[in-house]
């Protein structure tokens, strides 16, 4: 409980001083020195003391009930998953246009007059702009915010996901509490600001109903992504620690539908048994089905259903997925139901219209769920792309395979579970897809461009977000990339500054991709010759070399300005 309690803590912390929290400052400084026009001046000194408290204590409550417990009472009442954000919207607007107006302030007071109180004061209603900021106030995804957002979601809430997600919006708000502080005492010390509370008031409403037009519109996303990730590299460490990883079971607080996943070894060479399937479950949209309802695992029971989770530009996915489809061709009328859960790995991955391209060219039929929240993720405890999940008839997990490979073994166990649900049925011949699994240990592994996601950069330059210069070094380690010229560094992917920019790139592979997007041109130098790709449109891979068997090698790209460049993969 102290583990959990600290590392809900500590990621709170780090995201409470993230770029996520600066949407929501100007509110959080204004709260304290703003005062209701109708308080006497020692009123006023004795409200301003508890305003800024009361402001955070109702944050961190609305922000706790909402994550833990907002998805599941909207799901039961019917409701649209964004309403409580839009009420918070609407609460925020109405206490902004009550500062500005004194008598719409006395009109919202009137409803709660029954209220026994010697005299109704604006000045203690911090706690109710804390809730509506709750609502409203989303901070950048970690892995402890994941572990808390699907433990709500599932309604699986005990004492420890309580206390995690309460010392997360602790730990979350104690930067906002300080700037709250700040607004507070400069209010009381600064002469200028004491003499001017009817001014005070009126900006703080403005304030107020600007980041509610701005929550509207999405501003407060352009504004992250415009202001580079100053703690991306504090996150990482955090997130990613063993203590994290051992504590939250990462992906996924264990629960009572996935705790005897791990009865099941990865890879195992015959059939085992780890517990019932739990649920697919915060799916955006499915494909491939009709008229888009869900599939729901409790309705397949007598046939045997494989879970793929895939991403569309991860090159272990495409690799693995021509013996997926072939499985679904194979079996579908002997009882196999493959069911593939596209989990994404970079943001654009999101987009419905971007993975429903992606399943017409890779040929997928079978139901696709999009997985955009990773709920289904980690209601698996899966960390993998991709990773096969095979249950039987009866709604038992009877094996996993995290990664490419062993298709084989994988096959034979779909038609044992296949044999044993109608043994009356013939199987078809088994499936002849060549294998194109690639030996890990004697190619480079994926190169990620994106400041949180680099891998493999081998420059002396600190590869953070924003705008940076770079300049080839004089040696380059085997495996690695480097940069040279100008850059723009995004959180996902890189983009060159200004009219170009260099990426030498050394590698032992028999295939060489970059996954690209944007619009414009990128060539690079291969067997003597320059090559250019015409970029334009959507995250896709392009294959840069190919070769008849594993090489090492040097190849230089040059990325023209409009294009954004995501990763390096090799086959």
Not at 224 to 244: C, F, G, H, M
Not at 279 to 302: A, E, F
Not at 544 to 564: E, F, H, K
Request: proline share 5%; glycine share 10%; hydrophobic share 40%.
């Amino acid at each position: 409980m102290l583990t959990l309690a600290l590392i809900g803590l500590i990621g709170g912390l780090v995201t409470g001083i993230s770029p996520c929290i600066l949407p929501v400052l100007p509110v959080i400084f204004f709260s304290g020195g703003a005062q209701s026009a109708r308080t006497t001046e020692t009123k006023t000194a004795a409200a301003s003391r508890s305003r800024p408290y009361l402001v955070i204590a109702g944050l961190v409550v609305s922000f706790t009930l909402v994550t833990l417990f907002g998805s599941l009472l909207l799901s039961v009442l019917g409701l649209p998953q964004d309403v409580l954000r839009w009420g918070g919207i609407v609460v925020l607007v109405l206490i902004g246009v009550g500062l500005i107006v004194p008598a719409f302030e006395h009109l919202l007071e009137k409803p709660f007059s029954w209220i026994p109180q010697r005299r109704p004061d604006a000045n203690k209603g911090g706690f109710a702009l804390g809730l509506a900021l709750g609502a409203i106030y989303v901070p950048c995804a970690g892995p402890v915010l994941a572990a808390i957002t699907v433990a709500g979601a599932t309604g699986k809430v005990g004492v420890d996901t309580v206390v995690l997600t309460a010392a997360f919006a602790i730990g979350a708000a104690s930067p906002l509490l300080i700037f709250a502080l700040a607004g507070r005492r400069v209010a009381e010390r600064v002469q200028a600001f004491r003499k001017r509370q009817r001014g005070i008031r009126i900006t703080a409403g403005v304030v107020m109903i600007a980041l509610s037009l701005g929550l509207v519109f999405n501003l407060p996303q352009l504004l992250q992504r415009v202001i580079p990730d100053y703690t991306s590299a504090l996150q990482d460490k955090v997130n990613n620690s063993e203590q994290v990883r051992k504590a939250l079971n990462l992906g996924g607080l264990v629960n009572e539908q996935n705790k005897d996943l791990d009865k099941c070894s990865d890879g195992a060479k015959e059939l085992e048994s780890c517990g019932t399937a739990p649920d697919v479950t915060g799916i955006q949209q499915w494909l491939n089905t009709p008229d888009g309802s869900g599939v729901d695992l409790k309705q397949s029971r007598g046939k045997v259903v494989l879970l793929d989770f895939w991403a569309y530009s991860c090159i272990n996915c495409q690799r693995s997925l021509p013996h997926v489809t072939a499985w679904d061709k194979a079996y579908r009328d002997a009882g196999l139901q493959v069911i593939g859960v596209h989990s994404p790995e970079y943001a654009f991955e999101k987009e419905p219209a971007n993975v429903a391209a992606a399943a017409k060219n890779f040929g997928i039929t079978y139901p696709v769920a999009l997985d955009n929240t990773l709920s289904t993720w980690t209601n698996y405890r899966n960390r993998y792309w991709p990773a096969h999940y095979l249950i039987d008839a009866k709604g038992t997990v009877r094996h996993i395979k995290f990664g490419e490979g062993d298709y084989r073994t994988t096959e034979k166990l779909i038609r044992q579970l296949l044999t044993e649900a109608a043994p009356e049925k013939l199987l078809p011949a088994a499936t002849e897809t060549t294998d194109e699994t690639p030996d890990i240990g004697k190619i480079t592994r994926e190169t990620f461009l994106g400041s949180t996601k680099r891998v493999n950069f081998a420059g002396t330059e600190n590869y953070t977000s924003g705008q940076k210069s770079f300049q080839f070094p004089e040696n380059q380690a085997a495996d690695t990339f480097t940069l040279d010229g100008e850059w723009t560094l995004d959180s996902q992917h890189i983009t060159p500054t200004g009219t170009s920019g260099r990426i030498r790139l050394d590698y032992r592979a028999k295939e060489v991709r970059i996954v690209l997007s944007g619009k414009g041109t990128v060539s690079y130098d291969s067997n003597g010759e320059t090559k250019t790709i015409q970029v334009d449109g959507t995250p896709n891979s392009y294959q840069l070399l190919s070769t008849s068997d594993i090489r090492t090698g040097r190849v230089a790209v040059t990325v023209g300005a409009g294009v954004q460049a995501y990763s390096f993969t090799f086959g």
